[in-house]
């Protein structure tokens, strides 16, 4: 069968740094993904999964209707949802004790609008730019990086002339840029320094994925970098960037 949607799946990288220090970047991590859908309003975290043995702790990380960040964990109890007491405004990750045994979701309150699924073999998800915040009025823009990669996880089939753009841009705050190379392993120092293996200059694109005609084989993963600039004086907005793969098939 050709490459569907379910196929291209958007990957942290090993280094995914809280806070403005510590390396960023690096390979794919291959058992974390990039939160799929942020929390639309303030509610509890409700998880359940398609396996009875999944009975595990997740530990939830987001920021609370007054701004603050706070945890809570919540035990999985197999195919029985199991919902937090707390009600987070936003999702800043998610982490299992251990992988997944099944397909966990990650619904918006009990019996709500599911936001995100750990899929067997995972163990983490998490949003863009942990903690990140602006200068007080007068200050200066804060600029940050983060890396993911978009993976095609089809068994044989390739994706072909593959573009990767910015689809939801929350007060045009984001841009994003290609790897140089599939695969590649670049990191650096810390989220305040900018990548140098890139193609292309930062923006909204649609940019081409750098295989040859733009085709992402089976197993193959694409970098990607996101860059957020926030002004002094910006204000929280619980709104996530959207990063949109178009691809065409054999």
């Known amino acids: 069968m ?36 942020q929390f ?36 999985i109890t197999g195919t029985t949802a199991a919902t937090g007491s707390k009600s987070f405004n936003r999702i800043l990750k998610i982490s299992l004790a251990s992988v997944a045994v099944g397909s966990i979701t990650v619904k918006q309150g009990a019996g709500g609008t599911t936001r995100h ?9 998490r949003s863009f ?12 823009s804060q600029v940050r990086y983060e890396k993911l990669f978009v993976e095609n996880t089809h068994a044989t089939d390739s994706a072909l002339t593959v573009t ?10 984001y841009a994003i840029v290609v790897e140089d190379a599939l695969d590649d392993n670049e990191s650096v120092a810390n989220r305040k320094t900018a990548p140098t293996g890139i193609t292309g200059a930062f923006g909204a694109g649609p940019f081409d994925c750098v295989g040859t005609s733009g085709t992402l084989a089976a197993g193959q993963a694409q970098g990607l970098w996101i860059r957020q600039t926030l002004p002094a004086g ?7 960037p959207v990063i949109t793969t178009s691809l065409t098939t054999a």
């Open 40 to 75: 639309a309003a303030a509610a509890a975290v409700s998880l359940q999964s398609s396996s009875a043995s999944d009975t595990q702790n997740a530990t939830v990380t987001g920021r609370l209707t007054t701004g603050d960040i706070d945890t809570e964990v919540i035990a």
């Open 129 to 140: 730019f942990y903690g990140a915040v602006a200068d007080p009025a007068g200050g200066s």
């Open 164 to 173: 990767f753009e910015l689809t939801t841009n929350p007060s045009s705050r």
């Open 117 to 125: 699924t750990f899929l067997a073999g995972e163990d983490l998800c």
């Open 2 to 37: 050709a490459v569907a949607a379910t196929d291209i799946r958007m990957y942290l990288s090993a280094n995914h740094a809280e806070a403005d220090t510590g390396t960023q970047g690096g390979a794919q991590d291959a058992n974390g993904r990039v939160l799929e859908d």
């Open 234 to 240: 910006d204000t929280p907005g619980a709104d996530e």
